[in-house]
């Protein structure tokens, strides 16, 4: 008789203790050391805590993540398809709540099929309306303030001084905010992202400005974002409008300061690209680009997927209602899509750092504009040296982004300009 090898039940979620940490991913020096490490215990989808005693899948494969993220129907974006809301299992002051609430948002992020078909198309059609002009003159106008700001020579961090605030207000100018508004909200964003006591204040506060703008926007109407989406048709109230604007005004200026950072750190201490600089030939999508490859800032995206249904995968069980978490960084580095080097081969465009399927970032194209013309003005006007050594950088303890906490430098204002690349 032949005997039948017996199949050991497959790994899920419940009952795993001590699971690695999803910032631990993120918070290292080398941004594949935990990926790898993940990989070779578990294979391309391992579990990990979200945060202590939150656990979640981690998709770490370039083919998974892209059927995962592309079938809306079994991986949901709905938070109310989140076990841990209907088995009530989430204390109050989780941060996941405000990631993955109770009650999702009106918004394409937090929707799948139909409604997030309807909610999706005000932002790519007020996106695509928008003028690639308008913006450049928006983020100079932005950058050279802050230059300003930093004065003629000195010491600055610019991660706090130049990554985050250029990434916020270049967002909020998108929308159509004023200066006063922008930089309140500015301090309000910081106090809700880094969970101080005033984040609830912040948190009230910020809506309210959200809210007031949309009404302003409806009563007098403007060439802004949130102009044309107060005019799309698919939107039924301002609540869709605001919530719909939330996730830009918190998270994407977030994505924007990560990207803007590394590149940052790229061009200050990679002679390849020092050498390019200062010889006039300046080759800042390259830079921009070899981050998207190698340390998507976005490295796991926030919004998890929803199982609907128990599915087997990479021989775990995801049980229905599980969380999912598509590594992107991890899935650029994926033996499977590179033959070589990883972001030298020409023209290899398959990297995820944008997402990939329905909620794939409607905003790559205005992001880079924002990038480029904030790295190129800073570069441009000052002379930088980074402070300290390469290896002395640490890492922000995020679950989702990556980027240095601080990048100090010692700078001045340059006496000529540098080449425009725009
Ligand atoms: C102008 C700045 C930006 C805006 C307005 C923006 C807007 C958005 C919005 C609205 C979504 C949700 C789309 C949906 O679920 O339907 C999104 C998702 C996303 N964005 Fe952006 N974004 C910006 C910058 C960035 C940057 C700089 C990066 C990284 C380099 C990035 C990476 C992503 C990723 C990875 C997702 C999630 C995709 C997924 O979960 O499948 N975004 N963005």
Redesign the pocket.
Known sequence: MERVAARTAPVELAGLKGLTPLSATTGGADSQEIYNVLRARWGVVAPVDMEPGVPAWLVMGHAEICDI?RDEAQFS?DPRNWRWHYDGLLSERSAMLGISPREPRSS??HSDGEK?RRL?EP?DDG?AALSEKTVVAQVEEVSMRLIDELGPSGEADLVRDWSKKVGFL??TA?FGFDQRTADQMMVDSAHIMDHTGQAAEARDRMGRNLMAHVRNRRATGGADLTSTFVRHKSFHDDREVAD?MS??LI???E??T??IALTLRLLLTDKRFAARWTGGRIALDDALDEV?WRE???AN?P?PRYAMQDVELDGKLVREGDALI?A?AAANQDPRVHTGDTWDEVGNRAHL????????????R??RI??RVAINRLLTELDLELAVEDHYLAWVPSPWVRHPQALPVRYERARSSGTEVY
């Open positions: 993220a974006r394409s992020y997030r999706r932002l996106l270049a967002v998108l719909t996730l830009p998270a994407a200026s994505f924007l990560a990207w998207l998507a800032p976005v995206p919004l598509m992107v750092a944008w997402g990939v399927g329905p909620h794939r970032c409607p905003a790559s205005q992001a924002i990038a």
